[in-house]
């Protein structure tokens, strides 16, 4: 029976709760809104099989080196590329396979709610769902058990995820190997808690008024070069765009306050994985070629055969530059190296559950005038098209000055 004694050793992937074959294995909120395996006792069999699947419990953390391939690459439909995070290459790939029959999982939105979820999609014009980055732990909830039953019906499946949900079902799957899966991790920072995202969002909605269409982490609304955490407003004009210099969302996940504390310790750093393809952004693209463009570019790293006959099988959708593999990789921390935690980390979590969102937000990430000189700054490199230059010091200069300017306030508190 698994039981959960320090939360830094469960990545809360789902894979003990999909394998139970009592299915007594709930999975439970926490106080920081991250969900953890609850067992019923009663319905047990003591099979042990939710112990021989927990990824952190049996994670190999030799970075074997293979053969790999690397690859930069843009969506041709520019609509799909405005859309993704980076290039659209997984929007390419997913619609790949879909046109093969097959069925892709990956990280959405729940209809009519922004509760991210895995979900199974079998038509294109569904993919959309997937697209930009969901800075936020998804439920996983019964997605290793479908895939499994489509692969058992020979058909044709690509999961994706973050690198612990690959690694756990992977581990579901107890070691099979199917020719018909196709696994897609991605480059993780770490994992922020839903809570944090809810309180967030209940914040933005007394702040902003209208009703909210969507909302995005990763947005180009500027630019690629800097992006912005956007919501969309039914009434337009209440539409919301600001960078990570003063999105508090934003800036609560990049001062690692708000990852799952298994991030703080992940396993599953490394560059040789399980997965058939690896995905992460790519910029400055110039530092690698000169024949794509600068508007959102996909890093692809190679991981088996199977994951590269796909890219070549995608390729009539994408724009593709072979590149050294050890290039492609080179200077990539959150590749190989998990986050430090924040000393403060404790009194975040104790006052996201006290005080009301608004005034949370507020006491946590005030818009301060540096903060405001900050947004200011990097918006008007932006307009004068300098913002790739000025980024490599305006960041390390501004993220110290956050730091202390975070710590100074919590302190006055």
């Not at 843009?74 to 879909?98: L, M, N, P, Y």
């Not at 996940?253 to 298994?262: E, T």
């Not at 070629?289 to 600068?294: A, N, Q, V």
């Not at 559950?353 to 990430?365: A, G, I, L, R, S």
Request: glycine fraction near 6%.
């Amino acid at each position: 029976m698994i039981e959960i004694k320090d939360k830094k050793d469960c990545c809360g992937c789902w894979a003990c709760s999909n394998i139970c074959p009592k299915q007594c294995i709930q999975m439970e909120e926490d106080r920081e809104g991250f969900k953890y395996p609850k067992v019923d006792a009663t319905l047990c069999i003591d099979c042990g099989l939710c112990e021989k699947v927990c990824p952190v419990l049996h994670a190999d953390i030799a970075d074997k080196p293979r053969q790999q391939v690397g690859f930069l690459s843009q969506h041709k439909d520019d609509g799909i590329r405005r859309e993704s995070t980076s290039g659209g290459v997984f929007s390419a790939i997913a619609a790949c396979v879909i046109r093969q029959g097959g069925v892709v999982f990956g990280a959405g939105y729940r209809k009519g709610t922004f509760v991210v979820e895995h979900q199974a999609v079998d038509r294109v014009e569904n993919l959309g769902v997937f697209r930009n980055s969901k800075y936020v732990q998804s439920n996983v909830g019964d997605c290793y058990r479908q895939a499994l039953g489509y692969l058992k019906k020979d058909r044709l499946v690509l999961f994706s995820g973050t690198p612990c949900q690959i690694e756990g079902f992977c581990a579901f799957l107890r070691g099979k190997i199917y020719k018909n899966l196709v696994l897609v991790d991605l480059v993780c920072r770490g994992i922020p808690s839903p809570r944090v995202l809810n309180s967030y969002i209940t914040a933005q909605q007394q702040l902003i008024g209208g009703e909210f269409t969507n909302i995005l982490f990763r947005d180009k609304y500027y630019s690629y070069q800097y992006s912005s955490f956007s919501i969309y407003n039914r009434i337009e004009k209440k539409n919301y765009h600001k960078g990570i210099d003063s999105n508090a969302y934003l800036r609560a996940f990049f001062n690692n306050l708000s990852d799952r504390p298994s991030c703080y310790n992940c396993r599953f750093k490394k560059r040789y994985r399980k997965s058939d393809l690896t995905l992460w952004d790519c910029f400055p693209i110039e530092k690698f070629t000169r024949e794509l463009d600068g508007k959102g570019t996909t890093r692809v790293l190679v991981q088996s055969k199977k994951g590269e006959d796909l890219i070549r099988k995608a390729s009539a959708d994408l724009r593709v530059v072979e590149i050294e593999a050890d290039k492609l990789v080179e200077g990539v921390r959150e590749m190989f190296h998990s986050v430090p935690m924040n000393p403060l980390r404790d009194q975040f979590y104790s006052d996201l559950n006290e005080m009301h969102p608004v005034q949370f937000f507020q006491k946590w990430f005030p818009l301060t005038w540096k903060v405001r000189l900050n947004a200011f700054v990097r918006i008007t490199c932006y307009r004068l098209g300098i913002y790739d230059l000025a980024k490599r010091y305006f960041m390390l200069f501004y993220k110290r000055k956050d730091e202390r300017i975070l710590a100074s306030q919590i302190r006055r508190s």
